[in-house]
């Protein structure tokens, strides 16, 4: 204990001892930090918010066509892509060409990168995007323009999607009512050169159930189309992604999802027959539903395996890209599969349906096309109304909570906290710099020292006595010497 008094008294004396030199260098240190902070070009940081907002209601959700991503996955994963997205190169470059600023380079995209920070505000879905620079106004005027512009960008791209679709319906509503006007005047000449006006009952019957079959299948071979169109722009995206495109042949021909195909067109084809015996709440019904569902979920998971072994994950939007396709996929191998039970429950009437009459094996020929190009119509009609209603009230899913304002005082430099830092360094270099001049300094100042040199015991110790002087400034002994 006494040792350790003793040291810890003998670091207090050399403390004491180089206190002038402890303090040089903390002043020294505190003013270099000062000067040097106040001599850097202030940095301001301009902040702006967005939230992620769930702008479609489920009935239009269910419109869209092409699946929107929010639809797609969670919130957190649609932030995500976000992110990503807002510190993209080709939405910086839509940001300056926006400000009306030259062209820009490489050099430019990384300066504007290193500065800008997008972030999600956690438990939230709202985006934080922080801007730093020199210029307190470009600051601001950048944040808000990157806002406005990544808003416009997602809600154009949606929209782009919604504008496919619609032009697609278009051209096929033209098509059809072009065919729809050619049955129709092929049924009316048929009519007034044979006289014939309507089939027998019995053929009716027939004619009304095979044209159910033609009806459902119509409807199924246009979900297809629309569903092909889906994947070929989800194929489109992940190209521009990561250059990987999903081959659907590769999928169609796998042997498990084969299997499963067949197997879904066999329950489709028993579900049919079913419905036409029993109520929709009818438990073979049920059954069938359920076991229809079954077969979805495992194919599901087969495309997902498929497309695992070709395709790899390069950032959050192709993930997301990437679960859509395997949604779309599935989706496709149902359809393909309720065609196939469509047509083999038409096939089977077709025994029948070649035994009517030759005339009214005509007429009903005539009479089911008019029918069917008026449904297909009529349907084209009402999926274009859809699309474009929906098109009109996409406003996309974000919004500003905040818009950026020109700061005031800049984040950067921080000078108390520089000084601050300053002081303790300089603290510890006086500190570190007494030790070592203590450590350099040979002298012998205590007994210690003598023992530690000379290697011989001290017997004792002469003070050194200044001698004081006398107000007239002769000492003592001098008077003494005079007498």
Same mark, same amino acid.
């Given at each position: 204990?006494?040792?350790?008094?003793? $040291?810890?008294l003998?670091?207090?004396?050399?403390?004491?001892k180089?206190?002038v030199?402890? &303090?040089?260098?903390?002043?020294l240190a505190v003013?270099?930090?000062?000067?040097i902070?106040?001599?850097?070009?202030?940095?301001?940081?301009?902040?702006a918010?967005?939230?992620?907002?769930?702008?479609?209601?489920?009935s239009?959700?269910?419109? +869209?066509?092409?699946?929107?991503l929010?639809?797609?996955?969670s919130?957190?994963v649609?932030l995500?892509?976000? &992110?990503y997205m807002?510190t993209?190169?080709?939405v910086?470059t839509d940001?300056?060409?926006t400000?009306?600023?030259?062209?820009?380079?490489?050099?430019?995209?990384?300066?504007?990168?290193n500065g800008?920070?997008?972030?999600?505000v956690?438990?939230?879905?709202?985006?934080?995007i922080?801007?730093e620079?020199r +210029?307190?106004?470009?600051?601001? $005027?950048?944040?808000?323009t990157?806002?406005?512009?990544?808003?416009?960008?997602?809600?154009?791209?949606?929209?782009?999607?919604?504008?496919?679709?619609?032009e697609?319906?278009a051209?096929?509503?033209?098509i059809?009512a072009?065919?729809?006007?050619?049955?129709e005047?092929?049924?009316?000449?048929?009519?007034e050169t044979?006289?014939v006006?309507?089939?027998m009952?019995?053929?009716?019957?027939?004619?009304q159930?095979?044209?159910?079959? +033609?009806?459902?299948?119509?409807?199924?071979?246009?979900?297809?189309?629309?569903?092909?169109q889906?994947?070929?722009q989800?194929?489109?995206?992940?190209?521009?992604?990561?250059?990987?495109? /999903?081959s659907s042949?590769?999928?169609?021909?796998?042997?498990?999802?084969?299997t499963?195909?067949?197997?879904?067109?066999?329950?489709?084809?028993?579900?049919s027959?079913?419905r036409e015996?029993?109520?929709?709440?009818h438990?073979?019904?049920?059954?069938?539903?359920?076991?229809i569902?079954?077969?979805?979920?495992?194919?599901a998971?087969?495309?997902?395996?498929?497309?695992?072994?070709?395709?790899?994950?390069?950032?959050? &939007?192709?993930?997301?890209?990437?679960?859509?396709?395997?949604?779309?996929?599935?989706?496709?191998?149902?359809?393909n599969?309720?065609?196939?039970?469509?047509?083999?429950?038409r096939?089977?009437?077709?025994?029948d349906?070649?035994?009517i009459?030759?005339?009214e094996?005509?007429?009903?020929?005539?009479?089911?096309?008019?029918n069917?190009?008026? $449904?297909?119509?009529?349907?084209l009609?009402?999926?274009?109304?859809?699309?474009?209603i929906n098109e009109?009230?996409?406003s996309?899913?974000?919004? /500003?909570v +905040?818009?950026a304002?020109?700061?005031?005082?800049? /984040?950067?430099?921080r000078?108390?906290?520089?000084i601050? &830092?300053g002081?303790?360094?300089?603290?510890?270099?006086?500190?570190?710099?007494?030790?070592?001049?203590?450590?350099? $300094?040979?002298?012998?100042?205590?007994?210690?020292?003598v023992?530690?040199?000379l290697?011989?015991?001290?017997?004792?110790?002469?003070?050194?006595?200044?001698?004081?002087e006398?107000?007239?400034?002769?000492?003592?002994?001098?008077?003494?010497v005079r007498?």
């Amino acid at each position: 204990m006494d040792m350790e008094e003793m $040291d810890l008294l003998e670091l207090w004396n050399i403390l004491m001892k180089r206190k002038v030199q402890i &303090i040089i260098c903390f002043i020294l240190a505190v003013a270099a930090a000062g000067l040097i902070s106040m001599s850097m070009e202030p940095v301001y940081q301009a902040t702006a918010t967005l939230m992620l907002k769930n702008e479609k209601s489920s009935s239009l959700a269910a419109l +869209d066509p092409l699946g929107s991503l929010t639809g797609a996955s969670s919130a957190n994963v649609m932030l995500q892509n976000y &992110i990503y997205m807002l510190t993209s190169r080709s939405v910086l470059t839509d940001v300056f060409e926006t400000m009306g600023l030259e062209s820009v380079t490489d050099e430019d995209i990384r300066t504007i990168k290193n500065g800008l920070t997008v972030q999600q505000v956690t438990g939230t879905e709202i985006l934080e995007i922080k801007y730093e620079s020199r +210029d307190r106004e470009f600051a601001a $005027d950048f944040v808000n323009t990157l806002s406005n512009v990544f808003i416009d960008t997602t809600r154009d791209d949606n929209r782009s999607d919604l504008r496919t679709a619609r032009e697609y319906l278009a051209e096929q509503i033209e098509i059809v009512a072009a065919q729809l006007k050619e049955a129709e005047e092929k049924l009316r000449v048929f009519r007034e050169t044979e006289r014939v006006i309507q089939p027998m009952q019995d053929s009716s019957l027939m004619v009304q159930r095979y044209m159910q079959w +033609d009806n459902e299948l119509a409807q199924t071979q246009i979900a297809k189309i629309e569903v092909e169109q889906r994947l070929a722009q989800i194929q489109d995206k992940l190209l521009a992604q990561d250059e990987i495109i /999903i081959s659907s042949t590769t999928i169609q021909n796998n042997p498990l999802v084969q299997t499963y195909q067949q197997r879904l067109a066999d329950l489709e084809i028993a579900l049919s027959g079913a419905r036409e015996l029993y109520t929709e709440r009818h438990p073979e019904v049920l059954s069938l539903q359920a076991e229809i569902q079954e077969v979805r979920s495992r194919l599901a998971n087969e495309v997902e395996r498929v497309i695992a072994t070709e395709t790899q994950t390069i950032n959050p &939007i192709h993930s997301q890209l990437y679960s859509q396709l395997i949604s779309t996929q599935v989706e496709l191998v149902a359809l393909n599969a309720r065609e196939q039970a469509i047509l083999a429950q038409r096939d089977a009437l077709e025994y029948d349906y070649i035994n009517i009459p030759e005339k009214e094996l005509e007429l009903v020929r005539l009479m089911r096309e008019v029918n069917v190009h008026e $449904d297909i119509y009529l349907m084209l009609m009402t999926r274009y109304e859809e699309i474009r209603i929906n098109e009109q009230m996409h406003s996309g899913n974000l919004q /500003i909570v +905040d818009p950026a304002v020109v700061p005031k005082n800049p /984040i950067k430099p921080r000078v108390k906290l520089n000084i601050a &830092i300053g002081g303790v360094l300089g603290l510890f270099v006086g500190v570190g710099l007494a030790f070592l001049l203590e450590f350099v $300094d040979n002298t012998i100042k205590t007994k210690e020292d003598v023992e530690r040199v000379l290697e011989l015991p001290v017997i004792g110790q002469i003070p050194e006595f200044e001698p004081k002087e006398r107000k007239n400034g002769r000492s003592r002994f001098n008077q003494i010497v005079r007498m």
